[in-house]
């Protein structure tokens, strides 16, 4: 056996099989590149779900993690830490908010914001107790909690989970009028992906989240936006929804906030709805940790300089126009997506989504399918231009264009 195939062994023996990986085992990782344990060299172009939009091993972040690890990594939030108010002060006004909730992972941020919407709804709109709804979008991807698969519309992340959460009403994404009959006077939120990535990169019709905005103030509701792969300069912008100048009452966040370093997630807003909570009403023993709070916080350094917005914008403008000629070709039917991410969906008759990434494996790309022959394109950001041109051509290689 090789030692890949060793190691794939051992995991398919001693773990749960939830995840099906592709066949490739990663020792060491710098930039946009991986090596795996045989020695060979990929170009990342999924960047772990847009959790390491700043590449692997970014000296920026490894630096502030070790300086960090020689001091204090954990207190809980019993004790105060030297880290957290400026973490936090720094993330809100990124944000253009006031107040931020730590978490860890994206599935505990949206968990955290449902409670936040909720717990506002009784106790600033009104909401009878118990009776509180928020309206979500058809073929979202918010987690895998047992609250979040309860409204989901995707059968492998919903069977067999049940019984399931009650309080939410799904509409189809981007329909606004859908949405509209939707909301109630008990409707305390709306929660939406501004691009819908586990579904393929599916970006929203132009307004619609402009008519979400409006709607939901009309309304008193909230507008609940998960930018957990969406934002932090993903697509050219530090959060997808400034692409239609809307700013919503709540954002939701996590991948790239720990750098791919740690787990760091937030919901941030502003004091009407994040003050409704009262001490020992919501907590986490590591949120807002001291590690965390030194990755975040050059996190959040680095998106503000602009660079990486920037940088993201400029090669998301040339990779889309490079997918645009593939899909001229009629090999690939469709492409979505803003800046460095997309969606591109390939014609069947030359394979599945999974068959397409197995054959850039062996060409030395790393990316990974969704829904049929979809496949998702999300390279780190600092990747430069000839290796993105290096990984499109390896595209075109496997479709024969």
């Known amino acids: 056996m090789t030692a890949t195939q060793d190691y794939i062994s051992a995991s398919d023996a001693h773990s749960a099989h939830n995840y099906h990986p592709l066949p490739v085992v990663v020792a060491t990782a710098e930039g946009a590149w991986m090596t795996d344990v045989e020695g060979r060299r990929y170009l990342d172009m999924l960047a772990g779900y847009s959790a390491l939009n700043f590449g692997h091993g970014n000296r920026r972040l490894i630096d502030a993690a070790k300086a960090q690890l020689e001091r204090v990594t954990l207190t809980s939030r019993a004790f105060h830490h030297d880290r957290f108010a400026e973490f936090c002060t720094r993330l809100a006004a990124l944000c253009g908010m006031e107040m931020v909730l730590p978490m860890n992972t994206g599935a505990e ?42 409204f989901s519309t995707d059968p492998e992340a919903r069977a067999d989970y049940g019984p399931y959460t009650p309080g939410f009403d799904i509409v189809p994404y981007g329909d606004l009028e859908a949405l509209r009959a939707a909301v109630t006077d008990e409707t305390v939120a709306v929660l939406l992906e501004p691009i819908q990535g586990e579904a393929g990169v599916l970006v929203p019709p132009a307004g619609y989240l402009a008519g979400v905005r409006e709607l939901t103030r009309e309304r008193n509701v909230l507008f609940v936006a998960d930018e957990i792969q969406s934002g932090l300069g993903r697509t050219g ?143 780190p950001l600092v990747i430069s231009k000839d290796d993105l041109d290096w990984g499109l051509d390896q595209l075109r290689a496997v479709l024969g264009a």
């Open 237 to 379: 912008r530090t959060f997808a929804c400034e692409h239609e100048g809307v700013v919503p009452d709540v954002y939701v966040l996590g991948k790239a906030l720990g750098g791919g370093v740690v787990p760091v997630s937030a919901v941030v807003s502003s004091k009407d709805v994040l003050g409704v909570f009262r001490p020992g009403e919501h907590g986490s023993t590591f949120g807002g940790n001291p590690l965390a709070c030194a990755v975040g916080l050059e996190v959040i350094a680095m998106l503000e300089s602009g660079e990486f917005q920037q940088r993201a914008a400029e090669l998301g403008e040339h990779l889309h126009a490079e997918l645009g000629l593939l899909a001229g070709t009629g090999k690939v039917t469709q492409v979505r997506g803003r800046g460095l991410w997309a969606g591109v969906d390939i014609d069947p008759a030359y394979g599945t989504g999974r068959e397409i990434s197995e054959k850039l494996m062996d060409r030395g790309v790393l990316v990974k399918d969704t829904h049929g022959s979809t496949i998702r394109i999300a390279p």
């Open 109 to 150: 941020a949206v968990e955290t914001a449902v409670k936040t919407a909720r717990k506002w709804g009784y106790r600033v709109k009104g909401v009878p107790d118990g009776r509180a709804r928020i309206v979500v979008a058809s073929d979202n991807f918010h987690g895998r909690t047992t609250t979040i698969v309860s």
